[in-house]
């Protein structure tokens, strides 16, 4: 965890912990300063229907459309792609495999994971923490 942290470069992680500690809600803070995972079924973001931008919690960098979103049934906000220049990946061993760590490329804030499990065109599933996100109403 610490090895594909610190591969991310220092980027707008111009606050220091305690600034980010203050700045964001407690479940925010572990999800995207600590890596932590929500509950599924925890964030009203899963069941969001209308259409709009879904934002970085911890710095307001637009990283997903609605048009992406789709329901996975696994319990977190889920999209087959993100907005262009918005995410970045590292690789993730924590649960003693790999997965693809999906993090803002402003503040490096972790917001969830990526899988090749997704739907047509891509494939893909970002399976996303709803507490790092917040919506923007079109
Ligand atoms: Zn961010």
Redesign the pocket.
Known sequence: MLAAWSLIPAA?SALTDDEWRKRLSPQAYDVLRQHGTEAPGSSPLEGENRKGTYH?A??D?ALFSSATKFHSGTGWPSFWAPMRHAVATSSDSELGFERTEVH?V??A?HLGHVFDDGPPPTGLRYCMNGVALSFVPA
């Open positions: 707008a970085c911890g710095c960098l803002c402003r503040c804030g």
